[in-house]
């Protein structure tokens, strides 16, 4: 059961990235050849109309390919190509998009059914950081440094990813903005706290419902954000990354867990899986990178500045180079979850 809810979870995303793509390209007349749920060989294929509906045997992506895509070719009617740069900037940005949309959805149903913890603070520790800060108890926390904090998860992850530096805190008491600062200390199970203890369960109406899942989904994206900082500075080891197969596992042993507690809280375990691997992969497909999407957006910016396109086979083949270079790391993704989970 565990194999079949992981697959279930990575199949709801890529199906939705790619039918962002997808929709996109039919609305600006494109044609669609395949729509893939999976990668490698091909199980299974339907045809309906001009496109070929597909599974495919590795379920660790999928695509949407469109007629004339990788191809120097742009009379072709329906072809890729043959709309306008923007146009085909909106078929590029349209899977990301459905990624967050799909968050969005997720912290929806999470926060609708479970509310959220507010930045009130109910208890300050005696001889904490916090109490040698001045915090109180009723303090409302709003900004750790420069990071809005519009639940306790918020504050609690940036004094996790900030290492133990010292962080300025702004709080409202009494009505009234007040700043200070305190410098986590690591507890002997390597986190990092201040010592309070927050905050006040809330189930927002129909408006606030829509805010705070708009901030979840922002607090989501922060968090890939600062975990690749740390990645390009070096402040992540080898056993913090996960790949797919990590991923699988982590998916799996969430939802045994919360299976012991009902089907509530396979709900909301599964749709915070989903948020958090919905807005990852929203931003690393962003990320200028050839071969993602945010790599092919780079050239059709370019072409929108420039007046006409990069030479589609000079492009081509800087996405094949990035793609190449793609799954050379995901080979030493997947080597490094089959060393941790196996221990070598």
Sequence with gaps: MKLIVALLVFGIIVIFHEFGHFIVAKKNGIVVEEFAVGMGPKLFGVRRGETEYTLR??????????????????????SFNSKSVWARMAVVAAGPVFNFIMAFVCAVIIIGMNGYISGEILQVEDGSPAMEAGLEAGDIITRADRTSVHTFSDFRMHIALNQGRK?????????????????PEMTDDGVYRIGIVGGVQEKPKF?????????????????????????????????????????????????????????????LTI?????????NLGVMNLLPIPALDGGRLVFLIVEALRGK????????????????????????VMFNDFARIFGF
């Design 57 to 78: 045997l590795l379920p660790l992506g999928g695509a949407c390919m469109m007629l004339g895509e990788d191809t120097a070719e742009e009379v072709i009617p329906g």
């Design 167 to 183: 962080c300025t805190i702004t709080y409202i008491r009494d009505g009234e903005k007040h700043q200070t600062t305190v410098t």
């Design 207 to 267: 408006g606030g419902l829509l805010i705070s899942s708009f901030y979840e989904v922002k607090s989501n994206i922060d968090l890939v954000i600062k975990s690749l900082e740390m990645m390009i500075q070096g402040q992540v080891s080898r056993s913090d990354v996960a790949g797919p197969v990590g991923m699988f596992q982590v998916i799996g042993d969430s939802y045994e867990s919360a299976a012991k507690y009902g089907l509530r809280s396979v709900i």
């Design 271 to 279: 749709a915070d899986m989903i948020l958090l691997l919905s807005a």
């Design 309 to 332: 396109p990069v030479p589609r086979d000079k492009e081509g083949f800087v996405h094949m180079i990035g793609f190449v270079i793609l799954m050379g790391i995901m080979v030493l």
